[in-house]
Structure formats: C-alpha cells, structure tokens
C-alpha cells in the first residue's frame, strides 16, 4: 500500500476556521487604528497652523505693526484640512 501525503477535508476546513476567526477579529482593529491616526494627523495640523499664526502675528508686532486692526481669529475650526488647503496671510502690513 503506498502512503498517502497531503491533508484531509476536515484539516483543511479547521485551518480556513482558524483564520476566518483570526480575521474577524484583527480587520475591524486594523481599521479602527488607521482611523485614530488619521484624526490625530489632522490635529497636528491644526496645532501647526495655529503655531504659523501665533508666530506671523509676533513678528508683525516686533516689526511695529498694530496688529489690533489686523482682524479677528475664529477658532471654531469645522472638519480637517491641510495648509496646502488653507490660504494664510503672513503680510500683515497688506491685509
């Protein structure tokens, strides 16, 4: 009698059960985790942004600049963006 190789059916459909539960459990991790980083590039944005204007808003009052008629900064910021999205001023001698 020649030896057989291979696996039976029922070896095969306990290996794909494996890693259907497997699966279950780490894509819906995965996908959460992509979705906190990407909430958390958008604040540093946001953090960096205001960091540029607190910054343009200083050196235009060293340089003299009565910054009190410059306008006002609204805080309230609505969704995410990037500063290639967001036009800043930084002249503020020409606002």
Avoid: H
Avoid at 18 to 37: D, E
Avoid at 62 to 90: H, K, R, W, Y
């Amino acid at each position: 009698m020649k030896s057989q190789k291979g696996f039976t059916l029922i070896e095969l459909l306990l290996v794909l059960a494996i890693i259907g539960i497997i699966s279950a459990i780490a894509i819906p991790a995965l996908l959460g985790q992509r979705s906190r980083a990407r909430d958390k590039s958008s604040q540093e944005n946001c953090v960096s942004i205001v960091a540029d204007i607190i910054s343009a808003y200083d050196k235009a009052r060293e340089n003299g600049v009565d910054v009190s008629t410059v306008g006002t900064f609204n805080t309230n910021i609505v969704g995410t963006a990037t500063t290639s999205q967001i036009p800043v001023v930084l002249d503020a001698k020409n606002p």
